[in-house]
């Protein structure tokens, strides 16, 4: 009987400490949606422990993270942003990075133990965020790969209905800070004019380098690569900042911090955008093969992706023309 209980301890140990030490994620079926007010994608979310979250983050933004590590008396790890105007200090709960004014509203609708366990096990816990981080894998999604339940899981996802009951975004708190862009008018004093293959477009200052090493990139691969160039020469028109009127202000697209490019091709009948071909096609959309779509050469994507844009068309919701700064997301998926 002792013996008993002694290897059911044992195993408890083990699976306590595997969770805590192991760099596995953890990957669950939870669902919701990312939404822009007009783009509007989803994949896996992943949940992550704090100290994984805070690596990722830190790899991704080093001049901006001065300070990382654990509040004694929050019981919670945080971190501190240095944007252009200020420091900002987020709480990672629920998992995402929070302000202490959000993080005391949600600690006053949950108790101590829910808090503890947010830092160990997040798996059971209801979320009021959407978390920051999601699965995005290595290669585009091929539909002729998707189960039924697979498509039926992308149709409820896409269903009006859906749509309606979106959680705020996670990631809203961590742009703010990273990029001085609470409200319109700080965004805007962030916001200048670049180009993009001779075409104007508007976006964050602290992006726009990255923007440029990914045009070279492009411009080197072109000299030998027709395809890359025929890309360059059927684009049509391009996309970046962009502030409309949100109704609420944690569903703020992507574009509202002018860290998106979309990138608009002619498109001689080829879809681009799942919303669009929903309009057109109703759920059949979510079968459009890959032939069916616009799909820029994989040397682009990858050019995109080595400067820390990750490409919109790898998304179960498929957003072709759009890219978007996020390099904590691709060291999650590339484990660079
Ligand atoms: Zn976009």
């Known amino acids: 009987m002792k013996n008993k209980f002694a290897f059911f301890y044992l195993i408890f140990i083990l699976n306590f400490f595997s969770f805590f030490y192991s760099s596995a994620l953890s990957v669950n079926n939870f669902t919701?949606?990312?939404?822009?007010?007009?783009?509007?994608?989803?994949?896996?979310?992943i949940f992550i422990n704090p100290e994984k979250a805070i690596l990722f983050i830190t790899?991704?933004?080093?001049?901006?993270?001065?300070?990382?590590?654990?509040?004694?008396?929050?019981?919670?790890?945080?971190?501190?942003?240095?944007?252009?105007?200020?420091?900002?200090?987020l709480f990672w709960y629920d998992n995402c990075f929070l302000p202490e004014e959000n993080l005391n509203e949600l600690l006053n609708v949950t108790n101590i133990s829910q808090k503890i366990n947010t830092q160990t096990e997040t798996i059971n816990i209801k979320s009021i965020y959407e978390p920051l981080f999601y699965e995005y894998p290595e290669t585009t999604p091929d539909p002729k790969n998707f189960s039924k339940e697979k498509i039926a899981q992308i149709r409820e996802l896409s269903s009006d209905e859906h749509i309606r009951t979106v959680q705020p975004k996670g990631i809203t708190f961590l742009f703010n800070a990273l990029y001085d862009g609470e409200s319109e008018n700080l965004i805007r004093t962030n916001i200048i004019k670049s180009n993009f293959f001779g075409m104007r477009v508007n976006m964050h200052k602290d992006v726009i380098p990255h923007l440029k090493k990914v045009e070279e990139k492009i411009k080197t691969l072109a000299v030998t690569n027709k395809k890359i160039q025929a890309f360059i020469d059927e684009i049509h028109s391009i996309g970046g900042f962009n502030w409309r009127d949100i109704r609420s202000s944690e569903n703020r697209s992507s574009h509202s911090w002018g860290v998106?490019?979309?990138?608009?091709?002619?498109?001689?009948?080829?879809?681009?955008?799942?919303?669009?071909?929903?309009?057109?096609?109703?759920?059949?959309w979510i079968t459009?093969?890959?032939?069916?779509?616009?799909?820029?050469?994989?040397?682009?994507?990858?050019?995109?992706?080595?400067?820390?844009?990750?490409?919109?068309?790898?998304?179960?919701?498929?957003?072709?023309?759009?890219?978007?700064?996020?390099?904590?997301?691709?060291?999650?998926?590339?484990?660079?």
């Open 288 to 336: 459009t093969s890959l032939n069916a779509r616009w799909i820029p050469p994989k040397e682009v994507i990858e050019a995109f992706e080595s400067e820390g844009f990750i490409w919109g068309g790898k998304w179960e919701l498929w957003d072709n023309m759009h890219f978007e700064y996020r390099p904590e997301i691709l060291s999650l998926t590339f484990n660079n």
């Open 260 to 284: 998106s490019i979309d990138i608009m091709p002619v498109l001689r009948g080829r879809q681009i955008y799942w919303e669009w071909s929903k309009h057109s096609f109703g759920d059949k």
């Open 59 to 89: 790899k991704a933004y080093p001049e901006k993270i001065i300070k990382s590590g654990f509040d004694k008396n929050k019981e919670l790890w945080f971190i501190t942003i240095k944007n252009s105007r200020k420091k900002n200090t």
């Open 32 to 45: 919701s949606y990312e939404q822009k007010e007009k783009h509007l994608s989803k994949n896996s979310l």
